[in-house]
T-cell receptor, first 113, second 108 residues
Framework: DAGITQSPRHKVTETGTPVTLRCHQT?????MYWYRQDPGHGLRLIHY???????DKGEVSDGYSVSRSKTEDFLLTLESATSSQTSVYFC????????????FGPGTRLTVT | LAKTTQPISMDSYEGQEVNITCSHN???????ITWYQQFPSQGPRFIIQ???TKVTNEVASLFIPADRKSSTLSLPRVSLSDTAVYYC?????????FGDGTTLTVKP
């Protein structure tokens, strides 16, 4: 998981509370991504960033917001957590627009009760 | 980005060559074909990427026919540690749509 950390690694929260997940990279890559993965399924893109303060939506962005104030940090916020947002969240980075995502973080397991 | 279609599962034995085929009938002109490997409780790991014809690296080969509507990941001489889920994706500008992947089980 070269140069990518996620915090927290595990979190249990109650429905309706706000939650922020953090992704930190030391690779100085321009592109950062947030994915979620539900049991038995592949990853789904939530949001991505192509530079500081530059973000865009993925295929499952409803209920999530992101911010990127520094190259190395990409935050994912659940404004009001719901049980359907119980999932494993992965952060990823890539060097350039035409390059594949080749580094994923270790994941954050979020449980909303 | 269109989703791809892969077999749900495959079994193999140690030392065999494994070929996993993926269908991507709706691939766009600018899409690349990318394969990832994922172990339980870990993030996906990039294996290989190609646009057309054949690509080979130190762990796998990727075969893409001229119409690009399918691709085949070839893993030479698999070992027990290759047991994992393998995802085929169409990738554009770094963005990828994951399907449900192929669970490869390598038996001794």
């Amino acid at each position: 998981d070269a140069g990518i950390t996620q915090s927290p690694r595990h979190k249990v929260t109650e429905t309706g509370t706000p939650v922020t997940l953090r992704c930190h990279q030391t690779e100085n890559h321009r592109y950062m991504y947030w994915y979620r993965q539900d049991p038995g399924h592949g990853l789904r893109l939530i949001h991505y960033s192509y530079g500081v303060k530059d973000t865009d939506k993925g295929e499952v962005s409803d209920g999530y917001s992101v911010s990127r104030s520094k190259t190395e940090d990409f935050l994912l916020t659940l404004e009001s957590a719901t049980s359907s947002q119980t999932s494993v969240y992965f952060c990823a980075i890539s060097e350039g627009r035409e390059l594949p995502v080749n580094d994923f973080g270790p994941g954050t397991r979020l449980t909303v009760t | 980005l269109a989703k791809t279609t892969q077999p749900i599962s495959m079994d193999s034995y140690e030392g065999q060559e494994v070929n996993i085929t993926c269908s991507h009938n709706n691939i766009a002109t600018n899409d690349y074909i990318t394969w990832y490997q994922q172990f339980p409780s870990q993030g996906p790991r990039f294996i290989i990427q190609g646009y057309k014809t054949k690509v080979t690296n130190e762990v796998a080969s990727l075969f893409i026919p001229a119409d690009r509507k399918s691709s085949t990941l070839s893993l030479p001489r698999v070992s027990l540690s290759d047991t994992a889920v393998y995802y085929c994706l169409n990738t554009n500008a770094g963005k990828s749509t994951f399907g449900d992947g192929t669970t490869l089980t390598v038996k001794p």
